[in-house]
Nanobody, 123 residues
Framework: VQLQASGGGLVQAGGSLRLSCAVSGITFSRYNMGWFRQGPGNEREFVAG????????NYADSVKGRFAISRDNAKNTVYLQMNSLKPEDTAVYYC?????????????????WGQGTQVTVSS
């Protein structure tokens, strides 16, 4: 199983980035997908999640209205569009796959994890 996250980089505050996570080795459409992040000195935290068929999403309060998660089951890929970025969004962003019924905000319910992509937002 591989989850390959990409799209991170350095951006100024107020800018945008689009993260992608290409998944292989599992039946992608059977998994809810999530994005988590871990900033310097912080614990890993939930950012956004999306249901198997894309009809339900969930966001952390800190990113609501700025970030949007989506998926393309034909391409086995999940995306995270990040707009109006702030310095506090600086973190390593991880994608993850979960088999539980609900779109969970809890990392322990996610079975497979990608390697992470660094997002740095300068002020």
């Amino acid at each position: 199983v591989q989850l390959q996250a990409s799209g991170g980089g350095l951006v100024q505050a107020g800018g945008s980035l689009r993260l992608s996570c290409a998944v292989s080795g599992i039946t992608f459409s059977r998994y809810n997908m999530g994005w988590f992040r871990q900033g310097p000195g912080n614990e890993r935290e939930f950012v956004a999640g999306i249901a198997r068929n894309g009809d339900s999403t969930n966001y952390a309060d800190s990113v609501k209205g700025r970030f949007a998660i989506s998926r393309d089951n034909a391409k086995n890929t999940v995306y995270l569009q990040m707009n109006s970025l702030k310095p506090e969004d600086t973190a390593v962003y991880y994608c993850a796959a979960s088999t539980i019924a609900a779109v969970s905000t809890t990392s322990r319910f996610y079975r497979y994890w990608g390697q992470g992509t660094q997002v740095t937002v300068s002020s």
